[in-house]
């Protein structure tokens, strides 16, 4: 049986040594199951502590998918179990899912405050998951087949890991708007949208990794000697093919997307962006709004709820409030109907709950933020709200 993660530690020519962790289950996209997050974890932390380590590289193996999100079908197993349990009314009841939400939102919170710098090679498919582990790296590369996005529309959850945090972090309204139609990136929106820092070419890996053994890491800014490294390749791939990088959808439309988000309440925002689907000319924008009516209306509501209560809070806070979210999602419907109809049975037809924007209560939904734990109490109460954080990340 194939390690999850695989690790190695390559040493520079000057001594110093490169950390290096790459994600190992290709047949699944590696999806990000709960023994990768103990794995990368746990590794992440002892090369923390080691003076001899200047910087971690974070990739994965395969052409397809650096992370196409979490591994729900455990999860999925659980949230089953559970509602079938006496206890369902108790979020602290689902003990896998409770696990899997906090140690992921650790190993995330340990990615954004972490000492040194990480490099993210986001090659291929990036999601959900796997946008939380690329997020919080502090030099992040998005390669001409990257594609990102925040789906979770479409299995009736919201954009956790942190989407709360970054969604906010966006020029204009382009956060909600990818939070309600999980509209997917290439590399040029990433970088437009803050999601990545440069853009190179997934055939120049080998050189960069290269050039991280070539580098004296003694002494300097291990910061600004990667930064360097990563912007003579970025510049390099250019020159020699610009051509591979398309442009950036997002930035074409984003005048267009912060007319329609921009209304003062969602269900005028969302009667905008369904208009799209009809009146729009552009398939892009069009193909986004058919994602939204084809999603969960709750996980719409939870989306433009967790963005507005987020929007002033610390990385730290954020965590916890969507830790609290997530276990709700798990305890609720939409999330489980919404892996089975993607995943299980893939008939491609959830049945949702509530089924419409209008059937909708405030009360329903703050009813997704109701902490079961005392105070002091929360599972993630440790992390600390005002650490530093890496400037990719602010």
Sequence with gaps: MSVAVLFEQLQSVHGIRIGSATLNAEQTLNALSLEMIDLLAGQLAQWAADDGIAMVVLQARGDKAFCAGGDLHQLYRSMIAHHASPRRSDIRANTYAAQFFEREYRLNY????????????????????????????????????????????????????????????????????????????????????????????????????????????????????????????????????????????????????????????????????????????????????AALAAGAPGSAALSYELLKRARHLSLAQVFRLEFIVSLHCAAGPDFAEGIRALLIDKDRKPQWRPAALADISPQWVDGFFEDSWKAGKHPLADLQPDGPLPSSAI
């Excluded at 030099?139 to 906010?168: C, K, Q």
């Excluded at 050189?207 to 300097?220: C, I, K, N, S």
């Excluded at 250019?238 to 969602?266: E, K, M, T, V």
Aim: aromatic share 6%.
């Design 110 to 289: 340990l990615i954004h405050t972490y000492p040194k710098p990480i490099l993210c090679w986001g090659h291929g498919i990036v999601m959900g998951g796997g946008l939380g582990l690329m997020a919080g790296a502090s030099h992040r590369v998005a390669t001409e087949r990257s594609r990102l996005a925040m789906p979770e529309i479409s299995v009736g959850l919201y954009p956790d890991v942190g989407g709360s945090w970054f969604l906010n972090r966006m020029p204009g309204r382009l956060g909600l708007f990818l939070a309600l139609t999980g509209a997917p990136l290439n590399a040029a929106d990433a970088k437009f949208a803050g999601l990545s820092d440069y853009l190179i070419p997934d055939a120049s890996r080998q050189t960069v990794f290269d050039a991280l053994l070539q580098q004296d890491w003694r002494g300097g800014d291990a910061h600004e000697l990667l930064t360097r490294i990563l912007r003579a390749a970025e510049k390099n791939g250019h020159a020699q093919g610009g051509d591979l990088f398309a442009a950036s959808p997002l930035r074409r439309h984003q005048d267009a997307i912060d007319c329609l988000c921009g209304a003062p309440s969602l269900p005028e925002i969302v009667e905008s962006l369904l208009a799209c689907r009809a009146d729009s000319p552009d398939a892009w924008l069009g193909k986004a709004a």
